[in-house]
């Protein structure tokens, strides 16, 4: 029951997510309190998503992972300098300067968690995502700053003790859980069986934070319909320039698991702008489903 369950979810995990995002829009135009009533939860969904990946590594290949300086640094150079240009280039194209430096701001911010969700489905490099996404999360309140002054002209005032609080509680506390209640577990029981349900149901907690995020942002986009034409416009391209990009760099210089961590770490991005945050979750279903029918490869 449990490996058909968690392959349930592995083939038609496209159709789940896009489901998700059309039943939140479709809800929204009418009232967004199943998503303010979940919004609730957020934060468990966040912990739970993260554990149950967290699970799924050993301290021995989370070790790996931290060594892995030629990763590391391919995600961060992804992250911090060519997604910021990508960005500022795109800017070019909006009128408003305040949509072109938030346009800039998606490019600066970190590396989303569903990053780490997205490499357990396709069998990626989890340990590698966490330790980009932790990364990132370090280092973004010095770079977004400069970044932004650089860029946009614009200072960004940045919380590092609020960043590093929510590090520490949604992925680097859940990770190291889920790693902990691995290695009690395999004291007692052959873990391995149990292995292919994580990403499960990390991915459905996935779901519902995308149903949250649409829902309770609709009435935001409904009041502000004139700013949607350009805000569409802006970030449609950004997603599968970053995710594009990203696969042909990282397929070039590691493997395929190394490969799909680094693609969804640098291709996805901590936003709360709905439309953004809908555009890069149906590019990251794309490439999802590149990867499980091509195998890995990427048809040019």
Known sequence: MIQRFALFVREKYSYIIISSLI??????????????????FSVLF???????MG??????????????????????????VFAPLICFALAFAVPQREMAVGLILIGAVPCAGMAIVWAGLLDGDVPLAVVINTGTMLLAPFFIPLIMLWLAGSYVKINALAMLLNLIY???????????????????????????????????????LMFI?????????????????PLLASTVAIFPILFISAY????????????????????????????????????AVAFYRIYRAKGGGLSV
């Open 248 to 283: 042909f760099l990282s397929s070039r210089l590691f493997d395929r698991a190394k490969n799909i961590a680094i693609t969804y770490s640098c291709g996805m991005k901590n936003l709360p702008i709905a439309v953004a945050f809908a555009f890069q979750m149906l590019t």
């Open 55 to 80: 699970f799924t590594i050993t301290f021995r290949s989370f070790a790996l992972a931290l060594k892995d300086f030629k990763g590391f640094s391919v995600g961060m150079i992804l992250n911090f």
């Open 170 to 208: 949604t992925i680097l506390l859940p990770v190291i859980a889920g790693m902990l209640l691995r290695e009690l577990a395999e004291r007692k029981m052959d873990v391995k069986k149990y292995l292919p349900l994580c990403p499960a149901i990390s991915s459905l907690c996935a779901v519902f």
């Open 46 to 52: 966040v912990v739970v998503m993260i554990a149950s």
């Open 23 to 40: 039943v939140g829009i479709i809800v929204g135009f009418y009232t967004s309190y199943p998503g303010m009533l979940l919004k609730q």
């Open 213 to 229: 995020a649409v829902n309770t942002s609709m009435p935001v986009i409904l009041k502000n319909l004139n700013l949607l034409p």
